[in-house]
């Protein structure tokens, strides 16, 4: 069972407020990534992690930030948000050399 | 890596099996075929995954056409709680980057 987890669950929050979504797993996963997801629409690759002290920019353009400084934590953040912002944020990990995702339960951002 | 092609929307019946194709026609030899799904609002769940044989798990089976152009997903008996959006992706090794598509919206209705 993977173990992978994302807080907060759901988060309401004013625009222009500094966020900072949280992801850690317990697996020592080399691989990490975010993706963000409209209702009914495909998965977007954000940003990705090859191991610590590497983090990318992924596919779709985002106004977000990541960092690496330990092996299981990768935490997102939006230094202002916006109401274009609102969305599913999911966070997943793999081995090195692996195609197989662990993903989190996600969280659910909307901003007014 | 290759695309991937899927119906967006299959329905079946609970209890029957569900087959739910993927086209992926530019796939090279070291290339997998990995499924996950996505239940309503959650993060996907890996599914299975293969390269040239068939391969089955307590979830599903994968086969996989012998020229590896396409492959199936089977869910032998389908149950309500099988409904969820399934996604087809084919990978290589090494800087994979997974990418996911629309995937195909699965209905198990009673």
């Known amino acids: 069972e993977a173990d992978i987890y994302q807080t907060p669950r759901y988060l309401v929050i004013g625009t222009g407020k500094k966020i900072t979504l949280e992801c850690s797993q317990t697996?020592?996963?080399?691989?990490m990534y975010w993706y963000q997801q409209d209702p009914g629409m495909e998965l977007h690759l954000i940003h990705y992690s090859y191991g610590v002290n590497s983090t990318e920019k992924g596919d779709l353009s985002s106004e977000s930030t990541v960092s690496r400084i330990r092996t299981e934590h990768f935490p997102l953040t939006l230094e202002s948000a916006r109401p274009s912002h609102t969305s599913q944020y999911l966070c997943?990990?793999?081995?090195?050399?692996?195609?197989?995702?662990?993903f989190g339960s996600g969280t659910q951002l909307s901003v007014l | 890596d290759a695309k991937t092609t899927q119906p967006p929307s299959m329905d079946c019946a609970e209890g029957r099996a569900a087959n739910l194709p993927c086209n992926h026609s530019?796939?090279?030899?070291?290339?997998?075929v990995y499924w996950y799904r996505q239940i309503h609002s959650q993060g996907p769940q890996y599914i299975i995954h293969?390269?040239?044989n068939n391969e089955t798990n307590e979830m599903a089976s994968l086969i996989i056409t012998e020229d590896r152009k396409s492959s199936t997903l089977i869910l032998p008996h389908a149950t309500l709680r099988d409904t969820a959006v399934y996604y087809c992706?084919?990978?290589?090794?090494?800087?994979?980057?997974?990418?996911f598509g629309r995937g195909t919206s699965l209905i198990v209705h009673p």
């Open positions: 697996m020592g996963h080399d691989k």
């Open positions: 293969g390269l040239k």
């Open positions: 530019t796939i090279s030899g070291n290339e997998y």
């Open positions: 992706i084919v990978r290589a090794g090494g800087s994979y980057i997974p990418t």
């Open positions: 997943a990990s793999s081995e090195k050399g692996s195609g197989k995702l662990f």
